[in-house]
């Protein structure tokens, strides 16, 4: 994956840079855990971590899904995924479209997996905004 | 250490922001069950003053004693580990101006957060005392709400029994009222009214000067990072005895009088 994912590593990177940032800078919670006793590694964990992945989900969902669509597109694919495979079963049976329209379908699936668990951190989410 | 009916003892305690002394030599002792209200004008140094007690904020000098036990620095006259400095804020409770409750637990587990996995109570008995202090607050009907359904004189009241559910030995109010509309102040008022009562040992930041003035053991006047006054609100409201405190009460007499407050 680490070939077509470089630019959006760091995207994503930058992303939870900025959500950290803009979102947890004054953060009187994270006061309010210092001041309630936690420990530094628990702060972390149960006060300043779910919050973040709350807001950060969508995000993250969308660079996921479009790791996705990159692989996809790219014609030179080192590792055996979709493509690959429906490639292979079309030279050898001659069938071309039915093996991609089910790689694009199985795509299409993994994205729509992707998005139902991005939009369920959401509603978790809006329940706490 | 029976002899400490003191539970909280700040001496000389200063504090400086770059060239600005924000604090400069403020003593002051918290009796058992008192309720001592700290008054001055805004960048007086109230709430650094409080920040520094539990010490999110370190003093440059003076010390800090929770019924008798030093606070921030240890035995042998280095800084705490975080570990000791936690062990020691869990015994200190602190209510924020803006609430601080966390928004991602409803109020019922804002309540157990600290007590379960802070001070690691077994979570059946921090729960059934959780729901008694919700109770107490009058909020019973939203354990299972999270904070940001919440009007702001609700989330405050959440914050104090928050703080409650620490058991603590003294309580902190960081201005609990400022940041709230004026027709919801009443109920947090009531609810630290109740306490006061109780024989809560407290210390509050406030600009409510009703409330002091008749909830208050004791007021603290700061001016300028220095502890200018201190005594019975009575006599402190009917008669300071500095020139500084008696502007400061004018000026919130005016306001009271022209209908701002």
Same mark, same amino acid.
């Given at each position: 994956?680490? $070939? ?5 590593? $760091? ?5 939870? @840079? +900025? ?26 964990? @149960? ?14 969902? +969308? ?25 292979s079963i079309q030279s050898r ?37 | 250490?029976?002899? &400490? ?32 209200c700290v008054l001055g004008p ?27 036990? *030093? ?24 209510? &924020?101006?803006? &609430? ?19 001070? *690691? *109570? ?8 959780? !729901? ?6 009058g909020l019973s009907e939203k ?23 620490? *058991? ?51 007021? !603290? ?15 402190? &409201? ?24």
């Open positions: 994956m680490s $070939v077509y994912t470089p630019v959006s590593e $760091v995207q994503l990177s930058d992303w939870l @840079r +900025n959500y950290s940032v803009g979102r947890l800078a004054g953060f009187e919670p994270i006061e309010a855990g210092i001041a309630f006793g936690f420990s530094e590694i628990r702060l972390f964990r @149960r006060i300043i971590l779910p919050p973040l992945l709350l807001s950060a989900g969508p995000v993250i969902g +969308n660079q996921m899904i479009q790791i996705i669509k990159d692989s996809a597109f790219l014609t030179i694919i080192a590792l055996p995924e979709l493509t690959h495979a429906a490639s049976h001659y069938v071309p479209f039915a093996a991609f329209i089910t790689a694009v379908f199985l795509y299409w699936g993994l994205c729509l997996v992707i998005e139902a668990g991005v939009s369920s951190i959401g509603r978790v989410a809006e329940a706490r905004r | 250490m029976a002899e &400490f009916s003191k539970v909280l003892d700040v001496a000389g305690v200063s504090k400086r922001f770059g060239d600005v002394e924000v604090l400069s030599d403020v003593s002051f002792q918290v009796d058992k069950g008192e309720t001592v805004s960048g007086s140094g109230k709430s650094t003053l409080l920040r520094c007690i539990n010490w999110l904020e370190r003093p440059d000098a003076g010390q800090i004693y929770l019924n008798g036990e *030093r606070v921030g620095i240890n035995g042998a006259g280095i800084i705490m580990s975080d570990r000791d400095l936690s062990q020691i804020r869990t015994r200190i409770g602190m209510v &924020f101006q803006h &609430f601080a409750l966390w928004p991602h637990l409803t109020v019922l587990q804002n309540l157990m957060e600290a007590p379960v996995q802070v001070q *690691r *109570r077994p979570k059946a008995e921090v729960r059934d005392e959780a !729901l008694a202090l919700l109770a107490k607050v354990r299972d709400a999270f904070p940001a359904r919440l009007s702001g004189g609700q989330k405050q009241r959440v914050g104090i029994a928050r703080a409650l559910a620490m *058991r603590p030995d003294l309580l902190l109010f960081d201005e609990p009222t400022s940041a709230l509309d004026p027709e919801l102040v009443g109920e947090v008022l009531v609810v630290m009214r109740d306490l006061a009562r109780e024989g809560m040992t407290m210390v509050i930041v406030t600009h409510e000067m009703g409330f002091a003035r008749e909830a208050a053991t004791r007021v !603290l006047f700061l001016d300028r990072g220095r502890a200018v006054e201190t005594g019975a609100p009575d006599r402190f &409201f009917a008669n300071p005895e500095t020139e500084r405190a008696r502007q400061f009460l004018q000026r919130y007499a005016g306001d009271t009088a022209a209908g701002r407050r």
